[in-house]
């Protein structure tokens, strides 16, 4: 289970870099770095097979604050959650009784998402366009294609309302697919720092010997 939570936590990662312009522009998602400094929500997730056979499904929340902090939280079908400070990312099994501490770009690897200590755009690795789809809600589709094969996720789309992330489909180079649906989106809460700080439990297992900063 958790390998398929740290990639859909990498991609979402992107959304917290900060800008770098390149010639590729796409409006819709231009808009959304543009009013979105940071996002609250609820999510829905489910994984399928290459034959469309439900893997998984999660039920969880999300915080994401730009620059690089962000909490992950899965509450079914077992308690996870992952948070960053933007430096370090802490990963705590409630079921295990175990914490995983590690630097963020140590954790998030060659990931498809581009990762937030490196403010790279998401334009550098991603060919983005707009795309129609047979769905209702005035939901406005971008489908990022990877420009190269070493990328987990060959593509990625993502359904904007008014500016807000609502949905997320992402298929990885296993020919797997993850749906994020998401719910009671807020943007644009302040957060504080000390949000994304996390102190591990007395009674739990510390994983790693990387300095929390």
């Known amino acids: 289970m958790i ?5 859909f936590l990498t991609f979402l990662s992107f959304f917290l870099l900060s800008s770098i312009v390149y010639a590729q522009s796409n409006k819709t998602l ?3 770095y543009q009013s979105t400094i940071s996002l609250q929500a609820d999510f829905e997730q489910t994984i399928r097979s290459t034959r469309g056979k439900i893997i998984e499904s999660s039920l969880g929340s999300l915080i994401l604050s730009r620059p690089d ?7 079914t079908p077992a308690e996870q959650k992952y948070i960053s400070n933007g430096k370090t990312i802490w990963i705590y099994d409630v079921e295990l009784e175990q914490v995983s ?6 954790n998030l690897g060659d990931s498809p998402a581009l990762l937030l200590s490196s403010h790279t ?35 990625v789309i993502l359904g ?4 807000t992330l609502m949905q997320m489909t992402m298929y990885d180079s296993f020919g797997q697919v993850t749906e994020l649906k998401f719910t009671k ?8 720092h000390r949000q994304f700080n996390f102190i591990p439990p007395d009674d739990v297992d510390v994983i790693g010997s990387v ?3």
Do not use: C
Not at 3 to 7: L, V
Not at 185 to 192: D, G, I, R
């Open 160 to 163: 904007f309302k008014n500016n």
């Open 69 to 75: 902090k962000f909490i992950l939280e899965y509450t």
């Open 185 to 192: 989106v807020q943007l644009n809460k302040p957060f504080a």
């Open 30 to 32: 231009d808009q959304f």
């Open 101 to 106: 501490i590690k630097n963020l770009d140590e």
């Open 121 to 155: 755009n998401v334009y550098k690795h991603y060919v983005v366009t707009d795309i129609m789809m047979q769905q209702a809600d005035d939901i406005s589709w971008v489908q990022l294609q990877a420009k190269g094969a070493e990328m987990t996720f060959e593509k």
């Open 3 to 7: 390998n398929y939570q740290i990639k």
């Open 211 to 213: 300095r929390a900063q």
